[in-house]
């Protein structure tokens, strides 16, 4: 490897595009799609395919490492030259993607995302004083270990220090006021918490008061991890400093509030949405992470399988009808069906939702936040939408009768609608809306298709390795034979490295149940049929359940079997 000078190009074998086919993580359809998106908008390929979801960022820059003749690296923390790094700055490093990881015959070693900076290289090398030598990381690992060195200062940690040496395990913590909350190391405490958050791909952040501590949990990938212990004379602190944040009153701490707030988190904005809870040791936070983005959601990268994507598009895909999407909280209902709006968001459509809260705003979509306290509910939401000339509407949550009456006779009046139940299963939804008050011949009649889901954790692609369960094991787990198609089966056992945390797993994927309401269905709804004579009827025609599009999925090696038994029953 050598450092190249301005105007000099590296030796190139051959197009990136054509180095990921050779390569096994692209074919040439899905190059010639790529390059037909680029033709339209001008950036760059690498960037396209990633997006798109035809390769991983770690793929797109093994790709360019062999392109350009360089190293590539998996980057971890603890490969990261401190020293330098505080010598170059954060503020360059994060506006050039880089990250020094020390001096090699005389050489600094550059991880970058794009190596082909030369004015990136020019800057490091006139600040560091050294020759430097590009070194390819891919740009998700560059920003990962950047907000993870950057997070916490070591201002930050004299403080910590400082605030465990001063506490005693019996001292009940002060409430804090808004002077003493500007001080500037609880300000980069708090926002360390959030950018390691960011970093660490959090769905939620939990901070807990005990006895004699706060202990601040994760949850990622719909697990909670333990993160960090914080001396307890902060907690008076913290609370009042996320309070300011979100627009809460910092004085009343014996009733439960809400609040939200919006800041950059990385290199991308973020909504959070912060509940308090007054718990016998004080006030416990949980912090929501949103996409403040509005991030286009695809269903393609939700983990449906082809045949059953083909048939709910088909399904929303009618001018009018009812479809339900069912599952407990958590389990990704909201994000199917914002994915299922992007599809339908149109010029031609009007379309109109009312969520509480809304968690991703759409350009295109009319969206009402539920507000009870001036008498805005779904309910009443749903009647002012009807008069508003709407072809679909979206409802966050059905959850009484009034709102569930509303929905099922608008989709008898020509809307298309589109709403989430907590039931356990798809065949479930149906019975569920007669229980809230619904007449069954309503039911029957508006709802054309329902589609229950769970979250599972993906295996991570960079330390899995195969497992080979025999059969016996697989038909005590309930494992489809009948239904695989899947040619050689690809178990994965989930290990554990840098990448993921440890966990084994990195990233979720969705677990499908989706029954088409047929002719014997809804007149088994109007007969008040139970629900597993129902559901035996829609597996007849061909649903699958829930345990077997898990199970299959982990036969194709995107989870592992234990996951599909620990997300689905």
Same mark, same amino acid.
């Given at each position: 490897?050598? #450092?190249?000078?301005?105007?000099?190009?590296?030796?190139?074998?051959?197009?990136?595009?054509?180095?990921?086919?050779?390569?096994?993580?692209?074919?040439?359809?899905?190059?010639?799609?790529?390059?037909?998106?680029?033709?339209?908008?001008?950036?760059?390929?690498?960037?396209?395919?990633?997006?798109?979801?035809?390769?991983?960022?770690?793929?797109?820059?093994?790709?360019?490492?062999?392109?350009?003749?360089?190293?590539?690296?998996?980057?971890?923390?603890?490969?990261?030259?401190?020293?330098?790094?505080?010598?170059?700055?954060?503020?360059?490093?994060?506006? #050039?993607?880089?990250?020094?990881?020390?001096?090699?015959?005389?050489?600094?070693?550059?991880?970058?995302?794009?190596?082909?900076?030369?004015?990136?290289?020019?800057?490091?090398?006139?600040?560091?004083?050294?020759?430097?030598?590009?070194?390819?990381?891919?740009?998700?690992?560059?920003?990962?270990?950047?907000?993870?060195?950057?997070?916490?200062?070591?201002?930050?940690?004299?403080?910590?220090?400082?605030?465990?040496?001063?506490?005693?395990?019996?001292?009940?913590?002060?409430?804090?006021?808004?002077?003493?909350?500007?001080?500037?190391?609880?300000?980069?405490?708090?926002?360390?918490?959030?950018?390691?958050?960011?970093?660490?791909?959090?769905?939620?952040?939990?901070?807990?008061?005990?006895?004699?501590?706060?202990?601040?949990?994760?949850?990622?990938?719909?697990?909670?991890?333990?993160?960090?212990?914080?001396?307890?004379?902060?907690?008076?602190?913290?609370?009042?400093?996320?309070?300011?944040?979100?627009?809460?009153?910092?004085?009343?701490?014996?009733?439960?509030?809400?609040?939200?707030?919006?800041?950059?988190?990385?290199?991308?904005?973020?909504?959070?949405?912060?509940?308090?809870?007054?718990?016998?040791?004080?006030?416990?936070?949980?912090?929501?992470?949103?996409?403040?983005?509005?991030?286009?959601?695809?269903?393609?990268?939700?983990?449906?399988?082809?045949?059953?994507?083909?048939? #709910?598009?088909?399904?929303?895909?009618?001018?009018?009808?009812?479809?339900?999407?069912?599952?407990?909280?958590?389990?990704?209902?909201?994000?199917?069906?914002?994915?299922?709006?992007?599809?339908?968001?149109?010029?031609?459509?009007?379309?109109?939702?009312?969520?509480?809260?809304?968690?991703?705003?759409?350009?295109?979509?009319?969206?009402?936040?539920?507000?009870?306290?001036?008498?805005?509910?779904?309910?009443?939401?749903?009647?002012?939408?009807?008069?508003?000339?709407?072809?679909?509407?979206?409802?966050?949550?059905?959850?009484? #009768?009034?709102?569930?009456?509303?929905?099922?006779?608008?989709?008898?009046?020509?809307?298309?609608?589109?709403?989430?139940?907590?039931?356990?299963?798809?065949?479930?939804?149906?019975?569920?809306?007669?229980?809230?008050?619904?007449?069954?011949?309503?039911?029957?009649?508006?709802?054309?298709?329902?589609?229950?889901?769970?979250?599972?954790?993906?295996?991570?692609?960079?330390?899995?390795?195969?497992?080979?369960?025999?059969?016996?094991?697989?038909?005590?787990?309930?494992?489809?034979?009948?239904?695989?198609?899947?040619?050689?089966?690809?178990?994965?056992?989930?290990?554990?490295?840098?990448?993921?945390?440890?966990?084994?797993?990195?990233?979720?994927?969705?677990?499908?149940?989706?029954?088409?309401?047929?002719?014997?269905?809804?007149?088994?709804?109007?007969?008040?049929?139970?629900?597993?004579?129902?559901?035996?009827?829609?597996?007849?025609?061909?649903?699958?359940?829930?345990?077997?599009?898990?199970?299959?999925?982990?036969?194709?090696?995107?989870?592992?079997?234990?996951?599909?038994?620990?997300?689905?029953?």
């Amino acid at each position: 490897m050598r #450092y190249f000078d301005r105007g000099e190009r590296p030796a190139q074998a051959s197009r990136i595009g054509d180095i990921l086919i050779a390569q096994g993580k692209l074919t040439e359809e899905q190059l010639a799609r790529a390059l037909e998106v680029q033709r339209r908008t001008r950036k760059r390929l690498g960037s396209i395919l990633v997006s798109m979801g035809y390769i991983s960022p770690a793929d797109l820059a093994r790709g360019i490492a062999r392109r350009l003749n360089l190293e590539y690296v998996e980057l971890s923390e603890d490969q990261v030259d401190l020293a330098m790094a505080g010598m170059i700055g954060e503020k360059l490093l994060r506006r #050039y993607g880089a990250l020094p990881l020390g001096m090699k015959d005389g050489r600094l070693r550059l991880a970058m995302s794009d190596p082909t900076n030369v004015h990136a290289l020019d800057d490091v090398k006139m600040i560091s004083g050294h020759p430097v030598v590009p070194v390819v990381a891919s740009e998700e690992d560059v920003r990962r270990v950047q907000n993870r060195l950057f997070a916490v200062g070591g201002e930050v940690s004299e403080f910590l220090r400082e605030a465990q040496e001063r506490s005693a395990p019996d001292e009940e913590p002060e409430l804090a006021s808004e002077a003493e909350v500007g001080d500037a190391p609880i300000i980069r405490l708090v926002n360390s918490i959030l950018q390691q958050a960011a970093s660490d791909g959090a769905s939620d952040i939990h901070i807990e008061p005990w006895a004699s501590e706060i202990s601040v949990r994760f949850r990622v990938d719909g697990v909670l991890r333990e993160i960090m212990s914080i001396p307890r004379k902060l907690h008076g602190e913290i609370v009042a400093r996320v309070k300011i944040m979100a627009g809460m009153n910092i004085a009343e701490r014996r009733v439960p509030q809400d609040g939200r707030f919006s800041l950059r988190l990385g290199d991308s904005g973020a909504d959070l949405r912060v509940a308090s809870l007054p718990t016998v040791y004080g006030e416990k936070l949980v912090l929501r992470i949103l996409d403040g983005g509005g991030a286009r959601m695809e269903l393609e990268k939700l983990g449906f399988e082809s045949r059953m994507l083909e048939l #709910y598009r088909k399904a929303f895909g009618r001018p009018h009808g009812a479809i339900l999407v069912t599952g407990p909280t958590g389990s990704g209902k909201s994000t199917t069906l914002y994915a299922t709006l992007n599809e339908l968001n149109s010029p031609e459509r009007s379309i109109v939702t009312v969520e509480d809260p809304v968690e991703h705003r759409i350009t295109g979509v009319n969206q009402i936040q539920v507000n009870p306290r001036v008498g805005l509910t779904f309910a009443s939401g749903l009647r002012s939408i009807l008069r508003s000339d709407p072809e679909v509407i979206m409802i966050g949550e059905i959850r009484d #009768y009034e709102t569930a009456k509303i929905s099922v006779e608008s989709a008898l009046t020509g809307h298309l609608v589109l709403a989430t139940l907590h039931t356990n299963d798809a065949p479930g939804a149906l019975n569920r809306l007669t229980d809230m008050g619904v007449e069954p011949f309503l039911t029957a009649s508006a709802v054309d298709c329902v589609l229950a889901q769970r979250l599972a954790r993906r295996v991570c692609d960079r330390c899995s390795r195969p497992a080979e369960p025999d059969r016996r094991t697989l038909e005590e787990v309930g494992f489809p034979f009948e239904l695989s198609g899947v040619g050689e089966p690809d178990f994965r056992e989930a290990v554990g490295c840098r990448h993921c945390g440890g966990s084994g797993y990195r990233g979720r994927v969705g677990v499908y149940e989706l029954m088409l309401v047929s002719e014997e269905i809804r007149e088994m709804v109007v007969r008040r049929t139970p629900t597993s004579e129902i559901a035996q009827a829609a597996r007849s025609q061909g649903m699958m359940r829930l345990r077997e599009d898990g199970l299959l999925k982990a036969a194709r090696g995107v989870t592992t079997i234990e996951e599909v038994l620990r997300s689905t029953v």
